[in-house]
């Protein structure tokens, strides 16, 4: 069983940026692909990126451009820098990690707020 603790989540202004972290307790290597999802009052959760093992990386339409996902290896982390976040960013992000043949993990969340 993987264990995800998410960080940095946070209030910020408009046009500001957060850099959100994902600690694993096993190594990345281990995890077929690492994801970030968003999940916004009363909506349903979403994919906003994804990075593989092999450092191939995907983002949502609507974070293209403006976010990042990355993975530190050594520290068994990926993180997720926001940045131009608008008001339409504020969600509860969490973390999720999945290996071929199991179901994926998810960490408890961290939550964004983007407000003037």
């Known amino acids: 069983q993987v264990h995800l603790v998410e960080s940095g989540g946070g209030s910020v202004q408009p046009g500001g940026s957060l850099r959100l972290s994902c600690a694993a307790s096993?190594?990345?290597?281990?995890?077929?692909?690492m994801s970030w999802y968003r999940q916004a009052p009363g909506k349903q959760r979403e994919v906003v990126a994804t990075i593989s093992n092999s450092d191939y990386t995907t983002y949502a339409n609507s974070v293209k451009g403006r976010f990042a996902i990355s993975r530190d290896n050594a520290k068994n982390t990926v993180y997720l820098q926001m940045n131009s976040l608008k008001p339409e960013d504020t969600a509860v992000y969490f973390c999720?990690?999945?290996?071929?043949?199991?179901?994926?993990?998810w960490g408890q969340g961290t939550r964004v707020t983007v407000i003037s």
């Open positions: 999720n990690a999945w290996r071929q043949g199991e179901t994926g993990y």
């Open positions: 096993e190594t990345l290597f281990s995890i077929n692909v």
